[in-house]
C-alpha cells in the first residue's frame, strides 16, 4: 500500500505563486511516474504534469510555461512549482503515483488551491 501526503495548497492573488508538495511512503517511490493532477467543481479532473522516475516530464497545454514538476527520489516527494497563478487555476490539487510494474496507481487527500482575481 502506497499513502501520499499533499501539501501546501492555500490562497494566493493572481500572478502570484504556489508550491506544492507530495511526500510518498510505502513503496519504491522512484518506480512510480508521479503526477499532480486537478479538479475544479463540476469539471472532471484533469493532468497537470506528471514526471518519470528517470525525469521527463508531460504538462497539461493549460499551464506549460506557468508550472514546474520536479521529484526527490531520495525523499520520495514530488513537488508542483505553481506561478503566474490564474483564477481558473483554482481546484483541488491530487498527487497521483502509478507504478507501471503493477499497474497501480495510488491517490492522495488533495489539496485546495484557491486564486482571487
Known amino acids: 500500500q502506497v499513502q501520499l501526503v499533499e501539501s501546501g495548497g492555500g490562497l494566493v492573488q493572481a500572478g502570484g505563486s504556489l508550491r506544492l508538495s507530495c511526500v510518498a511512503s510505502g513503496s519504491i517511490f522512484s518506480n512510480s511516474v508521479a503526477g499532480w493532477y486537478r479538479q475544479a467543481p463540476g469539471m472532471q479532473r484533469e493532468l497537470v504534469a506528471a514526471i518519470t522516475g528517470g525525469g521527463s516530464t508531460n504538462y497539461g497545454d493549460s499551464v506549460k510555461g506557468r508550472f514546474t514538476i520536479s521529484r526527490d527520489n531520495a525523499k520520495n516527494t514530488v513537488y508542483l512549482e505553481m506561478n503566474s497563478l490564474k483564477p481558473e487555476d483554482t481546484a483541488v490539487y491530487y498527487c497521483?503515483?502509478?507504478?507501471?510494474?503493477?499497474?497501480?496507481?495510488?491517490w492522495g487527500q488533495g489539496t485546495q488551491v484557491t486564486v482571487s482575481p
Open positions: 497521483n503515483a502509478y507504478f507501471p510494474n503493477v499497474h497501480k496507481s495510488y
